[in-house]
């Protein structure tokens, strides 16, 4: 299986290039060539097997330059001993049309960990096929859960190091007492004075300045990307989409198929879904949830994608993006896969904020899409209704979807059975989660004060993960200017 560009069709390379390269060098993204089909059989065979063996089987299908034993051993390293009772993916039915497709059960207690406990593996082995042998540094912008799930995934690993940057104060208090006192020697941890496009931008521009890239190359030194740009993370969270319908079709009728709700940011997580529609997984409408930072519902609904306006910082931070980058892998295929006006349309972007993909493709679009948004007010009364009624406690990021799931179900009448990506531990976000439930309660606590309070309210555990943060020495307190992450970067990989 070969790869192109989204924004040059003539470009051919392999599945470790593109993991090793994680963007093309025009800036554009890497797609598979084609997609593999799944037929009866494939997920009649695939509901027996343990979640690594799906993964397995649906990896093969992409990495045709892996061999069998290495993609077993990306599998098994990344999925077996590392989530919650060897269970990644569990679904949790709430017996009213909607599953919560659960994504939060590894080691940094949220979906980001569904990837980049792969990405490693499938990166040192993509840099020993392609790489020459170059030490491989990560650079990551992160709106917070990738920071440390990426952190996590990669300390330690030979032959890597990591830099992250994430907005000063765009992260939630936990989200930057994860990152600060993350621990390995090979990792770098920077706040910036900015939000999180701005991190995502810096972080776009030095990986496509020659000129930075000719300073490392001296030093044997690449950069590769653990963003969500990387296909090497899009492709573990096709196989979770997988795994859930696999699971599903055991308990459930699905005449016209299932929805599938994504409470989105990058649109990486619900791109994955689209994938997995594609290749045959039966879903029917890919529900696009945001929070007030709402240009993909605004994209939906009129074919006009318009970064131009106010920047909110909300209760779901990890889905405060006016940047959505997989949406131009999202593009580049409604298109017929026209690279020259996806390429059009990512320039204008940059230079205007702003573009039209026109009625045609609008069309398209809302064939498969539906976008939706909730503030944080209902995201709240959400999450204090679910808990109330079921005893069900979900992260703000989950509620957004939940809410814009509810609204769908209104405005449209589809009563399909719904999966809802459940993204967050709630204690990721236990503040809100528990001012939502008791408004008031969370006032002036710290991070782990707030999760103590929300798990003696509501019965439930503190994961394990997040235990005992508060006792671990922070090692990381740097912030810095956007237009210094370039210094940043040379002062600590010492170049
Ligand atoms: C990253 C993240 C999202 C957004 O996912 P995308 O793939 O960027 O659309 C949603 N919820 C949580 C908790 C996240 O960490």
Request: hydrophobic fraction near 40%; proline fraction near 5%; aromatic fraction near 8%.
């Amino acid at each position: 299986m070969n790869y192109t560009d989204t924004r040059d069709g003539s470009v051919r390379v392999s599945a470790a290039a593109a993991i090793h390269d994680g963007i093309a060098p025009d800036g554009g993204l890497y797609v598979p060539c084609e997609l593999p089909r799944l037929d009866e059989a494939f997920f009649t065979a695939a509901g027996d097997m343990t979640y690594p063996e799906r993964a397995k089987a649906i990896l093969r299908l992409f990495l045709t330059d892996y061999t069998e034993e290495e993609i077993a051993a990306c599998a098994e390293g990344a999925y077996v001993g590392t989530f919650d009772d060897d269970i990644p993916a569990p679904l949790s039915d709430m017996s009213d049309g909607s599953v919560f497709l659960e994504l939060w059960h590894g080691p940094t207690c949220a979906f980001k960990d569904m990837a980049l406990q792969l990405l490693p593996h499938l990166l040192t082995r993509a840099s020993q096929k392609v790489g020459g042998g170059r030490r491989t540094v990560i650079l990551v912008a992160t709106s917070g859960d990738t920071g440390k799930a990426a952190l996590e995934g990669f300390r330690d690993v030979p032959g890597t190091s990591i830099l992250v940057f994430y907005p000063e104060h765009g992260v939630s208090a936990t989200q930057k007492l994860q990152m600060a006192t993350q621990q390995g020697s090979n990792v770098h941890v920077c706040a910036i004075e900015g939000n999180f496009d701005d991190a995502q931008t810096g972080v776009k521009r030095l990986f496509t300045d020659p000129a930075v890239a000719a300073r490392l190359a001296a030093r044997n030194m690449a950069f590769s990307s653990a963003n969500s740009i990387n296909w090497g993370r899009l492709l573990p969270q096709i196989v979770y989409y997988v795994s859930a319908y696999c699971d599903l079709r055991k308990t459930k009728e699905l005449p016209d198929g299932f929805n599938v709700v994504v409470p989105t940011g990058n649109f990486g997580n619900i791109l994955a879904a689209d994938y997995a529609r594609r290749m045959g997984v039966p879903i029917a409408r890919l529900i696009c949830a945001s929070n007030r930072n709402n240009v993909l519902t605004d994209f939906i609904r009129t074919g006009v994608y318009d970064r131009n306006r106010p920047f909110h910082t909300t209760i779901s931070p990890s889905m405060d993006i006016l940047i959505s980058s997989n949406l131009e892998r999202l593009l580049y295929h409604e298109s017929g896969e026209d690279a020259a006006r996806v390429k059009a349309w990512m320039a204008a972007l940059s230079e205007n904020g702003r573009y039209d993909v026109g009625e045609e493709m609008r069309r398209r679009i809302t064939d498969r899409f539906w976008g939706g948004f909730a503030d944080d007010a209902r995201t709240k009364a959400t999450i204090r209704s679910l808990f109330e009624s079921t005893g069900y406690l979900c992260d703000t990021h989950t509620a957004v979807a939940r809410t814009v799931w509810q609204d769908y179900r209104v405005q449209t009448g589809d009563a399909r059975p719904a999966v809802i990506a459940s993204t967050a531990s709630p204690y990721k976000f236990a503040a809100d989660v528990l001012d939502a439930l008791a408004p008031g309660a969370a006032e002036g606590l710290t991070g782990p004060e707030a999760m103590q309070a929300l798990s003696e309210r509501t019965g439930t555990p503190v994961p394990a993960p997040l235990q005992g943060l508060s006792e671990r020495p922070v090692r990381f307190t740097e912030v810095c200017a956007p237009s210094d992450m370039e210094a940043v970067v040379y002062r600590t990989l010492g170049v």
